[in-house]
């Protein structure tokens, strides 16, 4: 079916769609889809992941996901590959992998991934900011976005940045812990950068399935460089907020994650390894 509609709007509409467009940054194709998807109720507002942060703690860097099939289940995410061979940011459907050089590649279908977790990007709510918050700042800010404590969020924040520093893990041997494989980390940063973070929210109750609070990887505009984000102060941009109150785990059936002791407190090492 062809994607493309030509459709002529009554002058109210076209009012309406011009007033939200103005409070909101959002294009109309972003608008329309998104009443569309309310109205017909497709948007399914579901998180998808593979795997459980605490398996990555415990060296689980295996997986048995390929590309090809975490991007049927969304558009919209983050992750790693295996080996934990740099970092994975998914955006408008574009897998990229920023490797421990700070540069993005393109990634083939067949490749796996021990941990991801994706959505099917449809902001609830989109917010244009203009103050040069720092990450702190800017996670009390995204805070007065969330109106509960208990559902996953995807956030996307589009637009120029002052500053930001990233880093990226470089490819580890076989069942390296997260915080060994992150203790070397390659860390870089970026000055007077347009581009995008891609993330989630997590409740503090699921902090052995994905990171709690904010998790976002860093993609510059030209779609070159970037990697997990440790740091920013934002500029000018355009905050899109997508509420996901359902999720869907799919466990790897491998014989690591089958043997692994995922019953242990993690958060400790989590906490070090991804802040
Ligand atoms: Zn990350």
Not at 84 to 104: C, F, I, P, R, T
Request: net charge negative.
């Amino acid at each position: 079916m062809n994607s493309s509609l030509h459709h002529r709007l009554s002058p109210s509409l076209q009012v309406a769609l011009a007033k939200r467009q103005r409070e909101t940054g959002q294009s109309i194709e972003e608008i329309v889809e998104a009443a569309l998807g309310q109205y017909l109720e497709v948007d399914e507002e579901t998180i998808f992941q593979t795997s459980t942060i605490s398996a990555l703690v415990e060296g689980v860097n295996k997986g048995d996901l390929t590309v090809g099939e975490l991007v049927t289940h969304g558009n919209f995410g983050l992750g790693t590959f295996d080996d934990l061979d740099g970092e994975m940011v998914l955006l408008d459907g574009e897998v990229l992998q920023l490797k421990s050089d700070g540069q993005a590649y393109a990634v083939a279908e067949s490749a796996k991934t021990p941990f991801a977790t994706v959505t099917f990007w449809e902001a609830d709510r989109t917010v244009v900011l203009n103050q040069p918050l720092d990450y702190s700042q800017l996670q009390a800010y995204l805070d007065t976005l969330l109106p509960s404590d208990n559902i996953f969020y995807a956030i996307k924040v589009e637009g120029s940045f002052e500053f930001v520093k990233t880093r990226s893990v470089a490819r580890q041997v076989e069942q390296t812990r997260l915080i060994d494989a992150t203790a070397q980390q390659p860390v870089f940063e970026f000055h007077q950068v347009q581009g995008t973070l891609v993330g989630f929210w997590t409740p503090t109750y699921m902090q052995t399935v994905n990171v709690p609070g904010y998790h976002f990887h860093f993609l510059t505009q030209d779609r070159r460089q970037g990697g997990h984000l440790l740091d920013c102060r934002i500029g000018q941009v355009t905050i899109g907020i997508d509420d996901t109150p359902q999720m869907r785990m799919a466990l790897p059936n491998t014989s690591d994650f089958l043997a692994a002791d995922l019953s242990k407190d993690t958060r400790e090492e989590l906490h070090q390894s991804e802040k």
